[in-house]
């Protein structure tokens, strides 16, 4: 009975036959025992099938899915009667091919309403995945997160060098996130799947560092009580990140050329040498150009470091990434915390945040999120779960100390220019255009006051 029931709508459906091969979305009609009764042309081409191949066949066959095994949403559907709406599956062709769709799974019923087949529909969206996963590459990169015109001269150059063993001198102020920059540059080289080893060289006093960098040999000194290795022996056909390299002593700086050169070093109190097959990162906050100069900073190790230099610039210079920050680091949270959920930040706290320097750059303000995360106990980040500091007026102290040294300086006028103008092109991600949109002047007039007042864009922009 139910055999003849199924076949009636069958036949309604033979007289919309044309028009449901000219759908773009893939049709299957399954009867209760899983067999695939119809089919129009789209799921024919999408699974690779031919028409013959088909009827009759279980649809596990057929329709092969991510979900096929344990967790079937059409053997739900028939059992329960809970139709699905545009669930994201992967499809598996005749000739293995993959791809993504958007499927829906509907019921077809009798006359008293029972269940007596379920229809599938499925629309490949592979496409639309691929430009969506394109965009969001676009505001980030491994773990590195902005949209600005300078963050995109940063992916890609790690996707330049990452593929080669040269060597990267990472520069930047404190907090803004050179170690995810050379953790996405082992990520995306051929040695990711060997250690990512980090040393801040700053955190060991000198004779540790170079224990710690190069390992020692038992009773080298006091307190070696055995061998060790150090970080480059870890590391051999891996990654090497030296953070705070400026801060490392001439006589390490010799050791680690060294290194460099000729891939050897010997363990602290060995005479035997080492080889080691390491890629070498280094990031730094100094300028090392002015280190040169007063020698604290050997040149042939600097030339050595500075095959491809990145330079990281400060969030005030790249303001149109805090939105995407303070969003990055409320799901972060809100992952982290079970008996919460922040929905976002309001316009009036971002607004705040937009007009703040922030000295300690991105990790400033992933500390700021924190503190207004655990303050809020409702969905939203309001002002008053901000750091008081950030509310008390619109001039901060750091604000009011600029506004007096240019007030005593011999050309304040000429210095509050060029405060305004440097302001606002960080605001505006250093696009000119809009820039002097803002500043009610032409973009020639711009580059002009630009050269008068020697305002030059960050290492990286042009």
Known sequence: MQDIQVHSWLQ???????????????????????????????????????IGEVYGNRCNLIARTSDCENNCPLTRTLQTGAEVRNREMVYTSKDNRHFQAQTSIVTLRNDDGEIIAGAELFRDITEIKRLEEQIRGRYSFASIIGKSHNMQEIYSLIE?????DASVLIQGESGTGKELIAAAIHAYSPRKDREFVKVNSSAFPEGLLE????????????????????????????????????????????????????????????????????RLITATNKDLKKALAAK?????????????????????????????????????????????????????????????NFPGNVRELENIV?????????????????????????????????????????????????III???????????QKAAQRLGMSRTTLWRKMKELKIKPPPGLK
């Open 12 to 50: 309604r459906i033979s007289n919309l036959e044309s028009l449901l091969d000219a759908t773009d979305t893939g049709i299957m009609i399954i009867d209760m025992e899983r067999c695939v009764r119809f089919i129009n042309e789209r799921a024919q081409r999408l699974l690779g099938y031919e």
């Open 160 to 164: 330049e060098v990452a593929p080669t």
């Open 211 to 278: 224990s710690e960098l190069f390992g020692h040999a038992k009773g080298a000194f006091t307190g070696a009580y055995q061998d060790k290795k150090g970080k480059f022996e870890i590391a051999d056909e891996g990654t090497l990140f030296l953070d705070e390299i400026g801060e490392m002593s001439p006589l390490l700086q010799v050791k680690l050329l060294r290194v460099l050169q000729d891939g050897e070093f010997q363990r602290v109190g060995e005479n035997k040498s080492r080889k080691v097959n390491v």
């Open 296 to 356: 604290e900073f050997r040149e042939d190790l600097y030339y050595r470091l500075n095959v491809v230099p990145i330079f990281v610039p400060p969030l005030r210079n790249r303001k149109t990434d805090i939105p995407l920050l303070v969003n990055h680091f409320i799901k972060k949270f809100n992952r982290m915390t079970k008996d919460k959920f922040i929905e976002k930040m309001s316009p009036q706290a971002l607004d705040i945040l937009m007009k703040y």
């Open 370 to 418: 924190e503190y207004a995360y655990i303050r809020c106990n409702g969905p939203i980040l309001e002002p008053a779960h901000l750091p008081t500091e950030l509310l008390e007026g619109d001039a901060t102290s750091d604000e009011i100390d600029v506004i007096d040294r240019i007030v005593g300086s011999q050309k304040p006028m000429e210095n509050m220019e060029r």
């Open 422 to 432: 440097e302001r606002i092109l960080g605001e505006e991600d250093w696009i000119y």
